[in-house]
């Protein structure tokens, strides 16, 4: 049965007093021609990540991003899985990265991780994959077409009681709880999920845009972000009538959002 986007975004919309549409994510060879394009920068300082772009997805347009993505952060390409990770990165998260005299450090690092040994560790626990297509697309749920593309994934950018709501549901018919993503705010919301498909059957949602400070100051302060694979998503469509958020508990909930 063909799955008509529009409804089950505007459900999830109306029924969590959601700020923001569903985002849906995808791979494809052939991408949608109404897009945005981000501004290009000549300066590497000013180079946008992911998460800064989604701003525009937010506000309802389409994100595509692909290999011949020139300006765009390296690691968010690695999230992506459109390039290998860089060489050092470790001393990046962590420390700086050295330069050729002892004790010298030529670039200062995020200092997420205590020493480059501990952050090599963390990243060799980010389950990268390769880009299965030359383009991922970034747009709202309810202007995917599902006779041309099937997402992936769905990303929900949320406050706590959003959150609860969509917690609570995703939970409903399943012991495969939701997890906190380890990795960047990128990872959180696409590597790691990703993964989730195809390792965990149903995948579990993944909660983001708590460990990565950076990325951070691209959203509100009240904001994170809650992934789910598409398919869950639908799973959880088809249980909102005999969950909770037919009583009142809930209602209290949606009456001060």
């Known amino acids: 049965m063909t799955i ?41 300082k000013n180079i946008p990540c992911i998460i800064q772009l989604l701003n525009g997805v937010k506000s309802g347009k389409a994100l595509v991003l692909g290999k011949s993505s020139r300006n765009l952060c390296p690691g968010g390409l690695a999230y992506l ?41 963390f990243l ?30 769905v990303i929900f950018y949320v406050k706590n009681d959003h959150l609860a709501g969509l917690n609570q549901l995703a939970n409903f018919d399943t012991l495969n709880r939701t997890i906190l993503g380890i990795g960047s705010a990128c990872s959180t919301i696409i590597t790691e999920p990703l993964a989730e498909i195809e390792k965990n059957d149903p995948p ?25 694979a598409y398919k869950k998503l639908i799973q959880m469509y088809n249980n909102i009538e005999e969950s909770f958020l037919k009583l009142e508990a809930w209602n209290t909930i949606y009456n001060r959002i």
């Open 4 to 44: 008509d986007n529009k409804e089950l975004a505007q459900k999830f919309k109306t029924i969590f007093k959601l700020d923001y549409p569903p985002i849906a994510f995808f791979y494809t060879d052939n991408p949608p021609t109404e897009v945005f394009n981000p501004k290009r920068t000549k300066s590497i």
């Open 81 to 121: 899985g459109f390039r290998k990770i860089m060489q050092g990165l470790e001393n990046f998260l962590s420390t700086g990265v050295p330069g050729p005299n002892e004790g010298e450090i030529i670039m200062e690092g995020e200092r997420f991780a205590k020493t480059p040994e501990l952050a090599k560790q």
């Open 124 to 153: 060799d626990k980010i389950p990268f994959r390769k880009s299965p297509a030359d383009y991922v697309v970034f747009m709202p749920l309810d202007r995917v077409n599902p006779e041309q593309y099937e997402p992936e994934l």
């Open 204 to 228: 579990r949602p993944v909660l983001g845009l708590l460990s990565d400070i950076l990325a951070r100051r691209h959203v509100k302060s009240d904001e994170v972000s809650f992934t789910v």
